[in-house]
């Protein structure tokens, strides 16, 4: 599976950003698809993930401002981010794990700042 992300980009502290991760095949039996992030100096880290289920699990700082859904039709996985901080400026990676093999996409820069 090859992954690309898109929408990242530069935008002020509690503003929204919508990343966009486009599959290069069906995603509707994909065990979990989810979205990584790594800042500078830092391991990366778990942002969200949703099941071929519809589960769904979120890193506890970002609980309650950012949303992850799956367009299985398009094979695309979204991640709503509202109400930005600083602190959520980091590269973002979309994942995908299918029968325990981990796919990676090219990351997105997304940078909090006034």
């Known amino acids: 599976v090859q992954l690309q992300a898109f929408g990242g980009g530069l935008v002020q502290p509690g503003g929204s950003l919508r990343l966009s991760c486009a599959a290069s095949?069906?995603?509707?039996?994909?065990?979990?698809m989810g979205w990584y992030r790594q800042a500078p100096g830092k391991q990366r880290e778990l942002v969200a993930d949703?099941?071929?289920?519809?589960?769904?699990r979120y890193a506890r700082s970002v609980k309650g401002r950012f949303t992850i859904s799956r367009d299985n039709a398009k094979n695309i996985v979204y991640l709503q981010m509202n109400s930005l901080k600083a602190e959520d400026t980091a590269v973002y990676y979309c994942?995908?794990?299918?029968?325990?093999?981990?796919?990676w996409g090219k990351g997105t820069q997304v940078t909090v700042s006034s």
């Open positions: 994942n995908a794990v299918n029968w325990d093999i981990n796919y």
């Open positions: 949703i099941t071929s289920g519809g589960n769904t």
């Open positions: 095949e069906s995603i509707f039996s994909i065990n979990a």
